[in-house]
């Protein structure tokens, strides 16, 4: 049977315009109230921005053979146990039959900054996969196959991510790649790397500008790290989890 990709462009790029329009209207109330700052730190952490995705994401289970699969995306039932750590909270899990079938982190990056938080975002997504896959060899899970598991980024394209970086390296020098690489070259080796060294399944950077909040504009910069690569891979594995009930 042939993968169902849940006209998921129509639908990501629905969720790029409601990705910037949540965001508008976070800042604009903080800035209203009198608590808001022009960062748009506020904006970031509502809560809300990404659950465009998640609906995709949903969407897709449903579509290629699980409807009665359980998918949680409520604050409340999103913990899984660690190895380093007692818990690490997801933002968004799959289950059927008690067992795990995905869990999938959902982020997004967009500036004035992209330095510090750039290093923040490499160092979680290292760290959580770490301590899953950890969690995972150690049985915390119960004996199953593996899971899906998956780094969704949404970074926005802007001239201070375009730009080439300059580094210094005090001691040694630092990996040719990276030598004039802007933030969204870095965030797309990054995300290549991530699965090359099978620390996530599939990891996916979508870029876009503010001004999609009219259009719904998205764009990737590899093959390996494209929201299609991610959407029919994880068609793949619910419809290898179906096929399995």
């Given at each position: 049977m042939a993968l169902d990709l849940a006209d998921y462009e129509r639908k990501a790029r629905e969720s790029v315009m409601a990705f910037w329009g949540n965001r508008e209207k976070a800042l604009q109330k903080q800035i209203e109230a009198g608590t808001g700052d022009q960062s748009g730190r506020a904006a970031a952490v509502g809560g809300k921005n990404m659950d465009g995705f998640i609906?995709?994401?949903?969407?897709l289970v449903e579509a290629n053979g699980l409807p009665q699969a359980a998918v949680f995306h409520r604050r409340a039932v999103l913990t899984l146990p660690g190895y380093f750590r007692p818990t690490k909270l997801w933002d968004l899990l799959v289950v059927h039959q008690n067992r795990l079938v995905a869990a999938i982190e959902m982020k997004s990056h967009v500036g004035p900054s992209?330095?510090?938080?750039?290093?923040n975002r490499t160092e979680e997504a290292i760290g959580t996969s770490h301590d899953f896959w950890t969690a995972f060899r150690e049985g915390a899970f119960g004996k199953q196959p593996p899971p899906f598991v998956a780094w969704m980024m949404l970074v926005e394209d802007a001239p201070r991510s375009r730009?080439?970086?300059k580094d210094k390296g005090h001691h040694f020098p630092i990996l040719p790649e990276f030598k004039g690489a802007?933030?969204?070259q870095r965030y797309d080796l990054l995300c290549q790397r991530l699965v090359?060294?099978?620390l996530y399944t599939?990891?996916?950077l979508l870029t876009s500008?503010?001004?999609a909040v009219a259009?719904?504009?998205?764009?990737?910069?590899s093959e390996m790290t494209s929201l299609r690569t991610f959407v029919t891979s994880f068609a793949g594995h619910i419809a290898a989890e179906a096929a399995r009930s």
């Open positions: 609906a995709l994401v949903m969407d992209f330095g510090n938080n750039f290093n730009s080439p970086v802007s933030y969204l090359q060294e099978q599939t990891a996916a500008p503010r001004t259009t719904g504009d998205y764009g990737d910069l």
